[in-house]
């Protein structure tokens, strides 16, 4: 009997091991490349590991055309950048968009070392009293613009209860971003190349809507 245990107890050293090893390889296997060709230029981001599901799905709908002439339907200064409305596309000028996605949420994914600095790309949902859990939107996405803020301003979110690392303070005061939006919406890949880009369409003449006056089309492929 007690050699039974003993071989028991060696397995499972031996599938613990295995199991840590396996979710080591698979933080460090490659991020996912993703290219927005927009109508004002070229975005390249990387979708990060941490939240598998919202990288899983955003690749699953790209493999099927769903982000093909789209258009950044909300565009707020200083603020971010969103899309993914399937409504969008071939949309008529001035038509209000920003209800449209693939039918379902997927359930949030934060992580306290993905911040809302700018670049960063992150997941679109209903607001809170709708929606209790913060899942997010099957397909709709913003990409932070933000602003640099001050380190007093750091200092305020800090007495909120807002945590912050040196990472994040440093990205915050010379990158800039969004803060306040950390811990309530899933950050699942940033901007590798093309912030220039971004900033270009950050400041496009938008209606009431916020929806650009000229449509910034845009489509999504995977880079291989």
Excluded: W
Excluded at 89 to 102: C, I
Aim: proline share 4%; aromatic share 8%; net charge negative.
């Amino acid at each position: 009997m007690r050699k039974y245990v003993k071989i028991l107890l060696v397995f499972g050293m031996i599938l613990g091991i295995f199991t840590n090893c396996e979710t080591e390889a698979q933080k460090k296997s490659p991020e996912q490349l993703i290219k927005i060709e927009t109508s004002m230029g070229d975005i390249i981001l990387k979708l990060y590991n941490e939240t598998p599901l919202h990288r899983d799905n955003m690749i699953k709908l790209i493999k099927e055309n769903f982000y093909d002439e789209q258009l950044f339907h909300r565009v707020i200064k200083d603020f971010m950048v969103q899309g993914g409305d399937p409504h969008s596309v071939g949309a008529a000028k001035g038509e209000r968009l920003g209800n449209g996605g693939p039918g379902y949420t997927i359930p949030a994914e934060f992580n306290p070392e993905l911040i809302h600095k700018k670049g960063a790309l992150a997941a679109a949902r209903q607001g809170d009293s709708a929606n209790p859990q913060k899942a997010s939107s099957g397909s709709q996405f913003y990409l932070v613009v933000g602003r640099v803020l001050t380190q007093q301003e750091i200092n305020s979110f800090a007495q909120s209860g807002a945590p912050f690392t040196e990472e994040s303070i440093e990205a915050y005061t010379t990158m800039g971003g969004t803060p306040h939006l950390d811990g309530s919406y899933t950050i699942f890949g940033e901007i590798v190349v093309g912030l220039e880009i971004l900033n270009n369409i950050a400041v496009t003449q938008t209606d009431t809507y916020d929806r650009p006056i000229e449509d910034v089309i845009y489509s999504i492929s995977l880079v291989e």
